[in-house]
């Protein structure tokens, strides 16, 4: 069974950081992509960035530009997402996600993990 498995979640003040860690678990499978995703009370969930395996490119949502940041290490399968600057309105649980393609669609990935949670005080 493939899961992903995430770390890192907790509290924090507003203004301070926070780092998310996801890898994978179980048997291998083959992914191209990786992205986090969160979901707040009583909202759907939202793409919040997205890194591909094979090359360079990594987007984020609008919201967390200059404020976040994702990044993987290939040698430990592992992929991070380094919350900065964090603001109330980041609170949310935050799921890592698998796929072929960085899409904002959370139908694009095959493969979720079960959540974080994070949460910034005001």
């Known amino acids: 069974q493939v899961q992903l498995v995430e770390s890192g979640g907790g509290l924090a003040q507003a203004g301070g950081s926070l780092r998310l860690s996801c890898a994978p678990s179980?048997?291998?499978?083959?992914?191209?992509?990786m992205a986090w995703f969160r979901q707040a009370p009583g909202k759907e969930r939202e793409f919040v960035a997205g890194?591909?395996?094979?090359?360079?490119?990594?987007n984020y949502a609008d919201s967390v530009k200059g404020r976040f940041t994702i990044s993987r290490d290939d040698a430990k399968n592992t992929v991070f997402l380094q919350l900065n600057s964090l603001k109330p309105e980041d609170t949310g649980v935050y799921y890592c996600?698998?796929?072929?393609?960085?899409?904002?669609?959370?139908?694009?990935?095959?493969?979720w993990g079960q959540g974080t949670q994070v949460t910034v005080s005001s």
């Open positions: 179980g048997r291998t499978f083959s992914r191209n992509v």
């Open positions: 996600a698998a796929g072929n393609t960085i899409l904002v669609s959370q139908t694009a990935y095959a493969h």
């Open positions: 890194i591909s395996l094979r090359t360079i490119q990594r």
